[in-house]
């Protein structure tokens, strides 16, 4: 029996910035379908860690894999067309643009969209009739489901997203999560989350991990009766 490779795998991933070493030799692995969050205090190493998946950071030592794709140098564009679309925390989105113009971006062909958005309706209808406006006239609540939802558009292999329940009220949370669970059960989409939001990381997550000063210091699954403790414990200042 063949074993399907990881959607996303790190082998002693060390990365960061110039001067500054951020990441220090972190391993892990997503399965095909899983949904992993990673968890930590602030400028722990999360968004690092996945700017360096993307590209936008070099590996300075380690190695990154997309299934059977060695990425380790592959330039953010490359990794897109891995199948990999990422929602960063900063400036995501293009405010001057519609929203149906923000959506469109990461589709390789326009005749896709009128297919892709009926879906996208169902998950969040306060899109459904305002494709128009622009995306910087959204609240922050919509404009982090737009991040979602533009996301959710590419159909990726693998999803990537960087604090997406910051500063949401707990309704949009609650849609979010219900979106990428949809997501998951529907198309098997596997998805690597940074989170602060404990409750929200373990309702969608299968497992969980925790950086710490860029090592992983803590893992495991999001169902165990004691994840929450354990996961607050290392967030605790
Ligand atoms: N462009 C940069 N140049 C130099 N250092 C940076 C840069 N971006 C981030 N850092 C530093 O890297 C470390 C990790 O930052 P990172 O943004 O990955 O943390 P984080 O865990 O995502 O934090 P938060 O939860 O606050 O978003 C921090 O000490 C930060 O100051």
Redesign the pocket.
């Known amino acids: 029996m063949t074993s399907v490779a990881p959607a996303l795998r790190l082998e002693g991933v060390s990365s960061g910035?110039k001067a500054?070493m951020?990441l220090n030799d972190v391993s892990l692995s997503v399965p095909r379908g899983a949904c992993a969050a990673l968890l930590?205090k602030?400028?722990?190493?999360?968004?690092?860690l996945l700017k360096t998946v993307m590209g936008y950071l070099p590996k300075l030592r380690g190695r990154v894999r997309l299934g059977e794709v060695d990425a380790t140098r592959l330039r953010p564009h490359e990794v897109a067309r891995c199948g990999v679309a990422y929602a960063a925390?900063e400036q995501p989105l293009f405010p001057d643009l519609s929203i149906r113009d923000n959506l469109r971006l990461g589709l390789a062909r326009d005749s896709l969209f009128d297919e892709r958005f009926e879906e996208i309706a169902e998950l969040f209808p306060v899109f459904a009739s305002r494709l128009r406006q622009h995306a910087g006239t959204l609240s922050g609540g919509e404009q982090k489901m737009l991040l979602v939802a533009r996301g959710l558009m590419q159909r990726p292999a693998l999803l990537l997203l960087d604090?997406i329940t910051e500063g949401l009220q707990p309704s949009v949370i609650e849609r979010l999560a219900g979106a990428l669970n949809w997501e998951r059960e529907r198309r098997g989409t596997s998805m690597f989350i940074?989170e602060?939001n404990v409750a929200f990381a373990l309702r969608v997550a299968d497992r969980y991990l925790v950086l710490k000063q860029g090592a992983i210091v803590d893992e495991g699954e999001a169902g165990a009766p004691d994840a929450a403790g354990h996961i607050i414990d290392h967030l605790k200042v």
């Open positions: 910035y500054s951020v930590g602030n400028g722990m190493g999360k968004s690092t925390q604090e940074v602060q």
